[in-house]
């Protein structure tokens, strides 16, 4: 009896499928990427402050009650990064490189669910953040040790991918997740030093400020 629940593979393996995909992707990591931003402003910053803001790419409290410059930078990334998604896959199609089409999809799929796990883990936890859950006080987080923090994160991911492409070395998807997390966190690591390095000399000569309480 044939499986009504097969998925024909062939699906997956047309550009415009993997571009449709790669929107979806893209829209909901930065509607998430928008909720914690909005959290933090909005609950978070009470109780845990991170230096230059929630997010790397910096969303201000002003940009938040204004939405309207980040929906046109939404725009132009999607349409910028979507068009460059197709033009790579679609060149891996003419040229009938199968292996590096898997290899590209890997690269953006697999890097976008790190990424998305983050989110959700971060979202989870700010909603949580309110006057009436215990929890008190304040404290400082300086952005370097965020960036060590996003290392281990991507690393953990790119290595959790690379054992399965152990036990599945023709899966070219794996591979493709597992290095560019593995070159996410590698870039996180290089960028900490270099921000733990400007921490410590900005303090250097105020050791007090380094453990003052934010407020």
């Given at each position: 009896m044939e499986n009504v629940f097969q998925i024909d593979s062939s699906f997956f393996y047309r550009p415009s499928t993997m571009v449709m995909l790669w929107i979806l992707?893209?829209?909901s990591d930065r509607l998430m990427n928008y909720v914690g931003v909005k959290l933090y402003y909005g609950r978070v910053k009470h109780f845990l402050l991170f230096e230059d803001g929630y997010h790397l790419k910096s969303i201000s409290e002003y940009e938040?009650?204004?939405?309207?410059?980040?929906?046109?930078?939404?725009?132009?990334?999607?349409?910028i990064s979507t068009t460059g998604v197709w033009i790579l896959l679609y060149s891996c199609r003419l040229l009938s490189s199968w292996s590096f089409y898997e290899f590209f999809c890997g690269t953006f799929v697999l890097f976008e669910a790190c990424i998305h796990f983050r989110h959700m883990r971060n979202v989870s936890l700010f909603s949580l953040a309110k006057k009436d859950s215990g929890l008190y006080g304040c404290i400082a987080i300086p952005k370097w040790i965020r960036l060590r923090n996003n290392f281990m994160e991507f690393?953990?991911?790119?290595?959790?991918y690379l054992v399965i492409f152990f036990f599945d070395?023709?899966?070219?998807?794996?591979?493709?997740?597992?290095?560019?997390?593995?070159?996410a966190s590698l870039s996180n690591l290089?960028?900490?030093?270099?921000?733990?390095?400007?921490?410590?000399?900005?303090?250097?000569?105020?050791?007090?400020?380094i453990n003052a309480p934010a407020i």
């Open positions: 992707i893209f829209t938040i009650g204004h939405p309207g410059g980040i929906i046109a930078k939404f725009l132009s990334e999607l349409i690393i953990i991911f790119s290595l959790s070395t023709s899966n070219y998807f794996v591979l493709g997740g597992a290095l560019s997390c593995l070159f290089i960028y900490a030093q270099k921000e733990k390095k400007t921490f410590i000399r900005k303090n250097l000569n105020s050791p007090r400020e």
